[in-house]
């Protein structure tokens, strides 16, 4: 299953209702929101109560991106905002296992994200305890960045670990998504493919949406 995920921060911020009417309209599976706190990367974003304003708008479920160097301290916020994926960083989150237990104790889905510079390896005792992972194919802190090719290596091998463990963990991947990439990263065993310029910096965002799942889906089909 391939699941699109329009990250509304390359969206017009002071219109997130209709970023989510977009999203809707290409038949997009999640709404990416990216948490920046102004310390963990150099950019400040979305906090609680605009999630939860999102909420109200859209129907789709929210996949959080938490970008925050103190995780536990600002979950149950954006949990009780309705959040239905939560993505904590590998690098900020202290006692991982923990923050990804009260994530799912929530009923909420729990995802680990990963730098770039990040080895998939250092995963090999969290996977039990996840539901995605998130790997960033840019330094996170900003939209419009281009993606960078070694994340391909790391999904791969990311895919056999999994694999190896029959861990019940799906892929996702964020950062210079593309009509021209999504392909391989799809053959790379990526499922969840998170969009933001190309989708609301294009000229026909709701097309965009429905191009990229269908180049997605034609990069595995035989
Ligand atoms: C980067 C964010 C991404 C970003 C993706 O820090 O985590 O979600 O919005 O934007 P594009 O797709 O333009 O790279
Ligand atoms: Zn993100």
């Known amino acids: 299953m391939i699941e699109i995920a329009p ?3 390359a969206a017009d911020l002071a219109d997130l209702a209709s970023a989510a009417r977009i999203a809707e309209a290409g038949g997009a599976d999640l709404l990416h929101v990216d948490v920046m706190d102004g310390h963990f990367v150099p950019n ?16 789709l479920p ?15 916020a954006y949990l009780d905002a309705g959040a239905a994926r939560v993505a904590v960083h590998f690098e900020a989150a202290v006692h991982l296992d923990r923050t990804l237990a009260a994530v799912r104790a929530a009923g909420a889905r729990a995802g680990v994200a990963l730098n770039p510079a990040t080895p998939v390896e250092l995963l090999a005792d969290v996977l039990h305890a996840c539901d995605f992972v998130l790997l960033m ?3 996170p802190g900003f939209s419009g960045q281009s993606f960078l090719p070694h994340v391909l290596d ?7 670990m999994i694999a190896a463990r029959r861990a019940a963990v799906t892929l ?3 950062g210079g998504v593309a009509l021209g990439n999504i392909g391989e990263i799809r053959r790379a065993g990526v499922t969840t493919f998170v969009a933001g310029s190309s989708v609301y910096a294009a000229a026909d965002p709701v097309a965009a949406i429905q191009g990229l799942r269908a180049r997605a889906e034609e990069a595995v089909a035989s």
């Open 172 to 174: 996702e991947l964020d």
């Open 154 to 160: 790391k999904a791969r091998r990311l895919t056999a």
């Open 62 to 76: 929210l996949d959080v991106h938490l970008m925050v160097t103190h995780p536990d301290r600002l979950l149950g």
């Open 44 to 59: 400040l974003t979305i906090g609680p109560p605009v999630v939860a304003a999102l909420a109200r708008h859209t129907r």
């Open 137 to 139: 194919s840019v330094n």
């Open 7 to 9: 990250s509304v921060i």
